[in-house]
């Protein structure tokens, strides 16, 4: 009778994915570098000293909880100021609303909520974009 022979297990093959990554890696490095870069003669436009306004269509809600409609702050309820915006829209009512960040936010939802139910057929919150 012959002894048996240990069978050698075979190893799992990371070494190849490791090179795989390592390659991919590698390539989009070298990809993002060859990529052509703007014409460094055009110098492109800085929007960062603008001023901003409000877009004159759009109910803005302030931070303490007051609405402004056309730079003119409303006097009365925000309910009532809401509904008097409803009323200027043209159809198909869209209700836009420029809310402020430190405005409550169980008013913003009960106004949105106000203006579906006034007839609005839709109410879109106006923000801004994110600096990166």
């Not at 306004?53 to 409303?74: K, M, N, Q, S």
């Not at 579906?116 to 106006?126: D, K, T």
Request: aromatic share 4%.
């Amino acid at each position: 009778m012959r002894a048996a022979t240990p069978t050698r297990s075979k190893g799992e093959p990371t070494i190849g994915l490791i090179n795989i990554v390592f390659l991919m890696l590698i390539f989009f490095l070298i990809a993002g570098t060859i990529a052509p870069s703007p014409d460094p003669s055009v110098t492109l436009v800085s929007i960062a000293e603008l001023e901003t306004r409000a877009p004159p269509e759009a109910l803005v809600i302030t931070a303490e909880g007051g609405l402004r409609i056309d730079g003119i702050d409303w006097p009365d309820t925000p309910e009532a100021g809401a509904l008097a915006y409803l009323e200027t829209l043209p159809e198909p009512r869209v209700a836009r609303l420029l809310v402020d960040r430190a405005a409550p936010a169980a008013l913003v939802v009960s106004l949105a909520e106000g203006l579906r139910g006034a007839g609005a057929e839709r109410v879109v919150l106006l923000g801004e974009r994110a600096l990166e």
